[in-house]
T-cell receptor, first 115, second 114 residues
Framework: AQTVTQSQPEMSVQEAETVTLSCTYDTSESDYYLFWYKQPPSRQMILVIRQEAYKQQNATENRFSVNFQKAAKSFSLKISDSQLGDAAMYFCAYRRFQGAQKLVFGQGTRLTINP | DGGITQSPKYLFRKEGQNVTLSCEQNLNHDAMYWYRQDPGQGLRLIYYSQIVNDFQKGDIAEGYSVSREKKESFPLTVTSAQKNPTAFYLC?????????????FGEGSWLTVV
């Protein structure tokens, strides 16, 4: 079974600075998808960014980018120019390429932005 | 507007009662999911359905039941067999035909045992 591990329960960063959230995963499959979701205090789960394992190029979405290291099974999220609205729980998630299309989540990292 | 609607937002259950959480989507998605979130923790899969009239157990299905009689609806029943049901419940959906497609989430339902 696939597992996802986020080793940082909490992180904090100064507004306008850059922060990196870590995620590692375990799988025996070669094709899969990885996601970062944001959960603000409203509890709504919002997709931040996704990465296809067959793509070597790291995904980027505006101020959000990932560092995908397939051999190391690592998938970190970098947030540049942090804003107060970025404060939330961030979850890393794994999804198989074939078979059951469910998401497997990590435990989450609570990100605090200091003004 | 298109989206996923969960109701009720807050629900209180007495010991020994069954309760049902509603999830409706108008996105024409084939697949639907139920996740449970405990305070300070990630989401764990309860049940999922990839097509009407079919569903599979997730990682923590004991004490829960579901039905999928219509494409747009996937209600979750929390039975009295669920020993610790107090949690936040999230419903989600996706097209189900392509694993790279985004899974969309509803706004969630809080269930508290009193």
């Amino acid at each position: 079974a696939q597992t996802v591990t986020q080793s940082q329960p909490e992180m904090s960063v100064q507004e306008a600075e850059t922060v990196t959230l870590s995620c590692t995963y375990d799988t025996s499959e070669s094709d899969y998808y990885l996601f970062w979701y944001k959960q603000p205090p409203s509890r709504q789960m919002i997709l931040v960014i996704r990465q296809e394992a067959y793509k070597q190029q790291n995904a980027t979405e505006n101020r959000f980018s990932v560092n995908f290291q397939k051999a190391a099974k690592s998938f970190s999220l970098k947030i540049s120019d942090s804003q107060l609205g970025d404060a939330a729980m961030y979850f890393c998630a794994y999804r198989r390429f074939q078979g059951a299309q469910k998401l497997v989540f990590g435990q989450g990292t609570r990100l605090t932005i200091n003004p | 507007d298109g989206g996923i609607t969960q109701s009720p937002k807050y629900l209180f259950r007495k010991e020994g009662q069954n309760v049902t959480l509603s999830c409706e989507q108008n996105l024409n998605h084939d697949a639907m999911y139920w996740y449970r979130q405990d305070p300070g923790q990630g989401l764990r899969l309860i049940y999922y359905s990839q097509i009407v009239n079919d569903f599979q157990k997730g990682d923590i299905a004991e004490g829960y039941s579901v039905s999928r009689e219509k494409k747009e609806s996937f209600p979750l029943t929390v039975t009295s067999a669920q020993k610790n049901p107090t949690a936040f419940y999230l419903c989600a959906s996706s097209t189900g035909q392509f694993s790279g497609n985004t899974i969309y989430f509803g706004e969630g339902s809080w269930l508290t045992v009193v």
